[in-house]
């Protein structure tokens, strides 16, 4: 078994433990008698001081060019690539998925940091023409000021630093709230930054409660802006409490995303898509499918190809390489999946296979659950309706790819989508009609390229966007500058 180490927050450039001295741990959802670390508790003190230290450093960091800071983050992108083994494995230790899945997302942040360390390089502004003739009149982005970043465990590398980077490349500073129950992945996250070398107060990490710290960021008067991505409940109370003070705010939350297959879909492919997007990362994606809704023409061919796949994925410790599904990530979320999984049944849907706790005495320890399809789902069943953040599928049949798409629709969320079909006429029209953030053709509803917007429609958003050149949109204002001499 391997050591237990003592975690603390980062504030003003310093290891600080909570100022009250009280502690929780980290347990590894793979055997819930494994402590991953000892992690803070921290408090509205600790809070306090974390952002005290960000507006202090606030003038120093946005004096700096976009290519000065750009340079800290190309550093801070060298140390994590360096140490992607070490940040990988304890991910997957702390929070469950595979050890491949890890590595990739730690991968994919190395990728974000660069990606945003360029962006200093870009313009910020625009000439407009001025009605004086003498007159020059310009626009420029200044930062927000102190940012709030309050991340969720299911991606403890890739959301955080997709909210981190570009706030820094902007000129902002950063008081950082992840999940506590990726917090030991998170301050391994911070040591990066701080081996390359960030200045003092720029990015604070600060371990805690979401009533405490989460919600302390969103009522704070020295915090101007709120980037979170968690669920609709939290995520509502943290925007109401920026909205009640005038702070900017930005909400990524639920999803209940579709994949709708065809009568001339490639049956193999969207099985697939159905199984990867519905089940790695044990279905924890906010992105990840929740209901497959079928044309009634090749409903039984796709179900049958479907749980064929399924059958035989291989559900175990995230460590193991022979591992294709993982455990949920908390006691919490287990409990919580396997509540959703009965009522599914006791209101009237049909389990083809799995939704239980395996057979295997070896993973007794763990939160583990197989794989689950329901069929016969009613659109307004619950298991059709609310997002379950675990490795279950509804599958839906539709008359014809018009009532598909209004299935897709009837939902409060509206985050991503997919259909699989060869027709360029239906692929448009689908376009044109889904209510969703990220629609994609051919392709499983997860899953979106770091340079591209990101970001949902109706619940499943504040209607900002995140990644990519969108991001200058939040994380700045716009000045506009007139001269005459």
Known sequence: MESVRDYANYIGGAWLPPQRGETTVS??????????????????????????????????????????????????????????????????????????????????????????????????????????????????RVPLGVVGAITPWNFPIAIPIWKIAPALIYGNTVVWKPASEAAVTAALVMECFHEAGLPEGVLNLVIGG?????????????????????????????????????????????GKNPIIVAADADLELAAEAAISGGF?????????????????????????????????????????????LGPCASEKQYETVLGYIKSGKEEGAKLLLGGTPPEDEELRDGFYITPAIFEDVDSRMSIAQEEIFGPVLALIKAADLPEAIQLANDVPFGLSASLYTKDIASALSFVQEMDAGLVRINAETAGVELQAPFGGMKDSSSHSREQGQAAIEFFTSIKTVFMKP
């Open 280 to 324: 790695k990362s044990t279905g924890q994606k906010c992105t990840a499918t929740s209901r497959v809704i079928v044309v009634q023409d090749v409903y039984e061919a796709f179900r049958d190809k479907l749980l064929e796949k399924t059958a035989s994925i291989r559900v175990g410790n995230g460590l193991s390489e022979t591992t294709w």
């Open 210 to 254: 979401g009533k405490e710290i989460g919600q302390g960021l969103a009522e704070h008067p020295g915090v101007q802006g709120i980037t979170f991505t968690g669920s609709n409940a939290v995520g509502k109370s943290v925007g109401q409490a920026a909205f009640a003070r005038g702070a900017k705010y930005q909400l990524e939350m639920g």
């Open 27 to 140: 347990i590894n959802p793979a055997n819930r008698n494994e402590i991953v670390g000892r992690i803070p508790l921290s408090t509205r003190e600790d809070l306090e001081k974390a952002v005290t230290a960000a507006n202090e450093a606030r003038a120093a960091w946005r004096k700096l060019s976009g290519a000065g800071r750009g340079a800290f983050l190309y550093k801070a992108a060298d140390v994590l690539e360096r140490r992607l083994d070490e940040v990988g494995r304890t991910m997957t230790r702390e929070m469950g998925k595979t050890l491949a899945e890890a590595k990739g997302e730690t991968a994919r942040g190395v990728a974000i940091l660069r990606y945003y360390a360029g962006e200093g390089m870009r313009k910020i502004g625009d000439v407009i023409p001025a009605s004086d003739a003498d007159a020059f009149m310009f626009t420029t």
